[in-house]
């Protein structure tokens, strides 16, 4: 089993800048991707952003220059730093962690409870 925590988030005026964070913690498994995805009201959860081991972090278009994430693959902790944010990123946003286990070699996602990101325009 892996926990998904996540912090940060919160209300922003069009312009502005968040950062969220998160943190997989579990037992006998690597965790070898972790990533933000977002879900807009009446919208379905799309991909923010994800950075798997041994690879450079991919942004989706809409985030490019925007977004950045960055991830420490020791601590199996990772970020989401947002700026210049438009009322279009308004969104729950949620981590993900791909788990492998050590036993098993099989994979699984897990996901963090959802941060709730606000931008006011």
């Known amino acids: 089993q892996v926990h998904v925590t996540e912090s940060g988030g919160g209300s922003v005026q069009f312009g502005g800048s968040l950062q969220l964070s998160c943190t997989a913690s579990?037992?006998?498994?690597?965790?070898?991707?972790m990533g933000w995805y977002r879900q807009a009201p009446g919208k379905e959860r799309e991909l923010v952003a994800q950075?798997?081991?041994?690879?450079?972090?991919v942004n989706t278009d809409d985030v490019k220059g925007r977004f950045s994430i960055s991830r420490d693959t020791g601590k199996n902790k990772m970020s989401l730093q947002m700026s210049r944010l438009k009322p279009e990123d308004t969104a729950a946003y949620y981590c993900?962690?791909?788990?492998?286990?050590?036993?098993?070699?099989?994979?699984?996602?897990?996901w963090g409870q959802g941060s709730k990101v606000t931008v006011a325009s």
């Open positions: 993900y962690a791909r788990a492998v286990d050590l036993m098993s070699a099989r994979a699984n996602d897990y």
């Open positions: 950075h798997t081991d041994n690879s450079v972090p």
């Open positions: 579990g037992n006998r498994v690597h965790i070898v991707r």
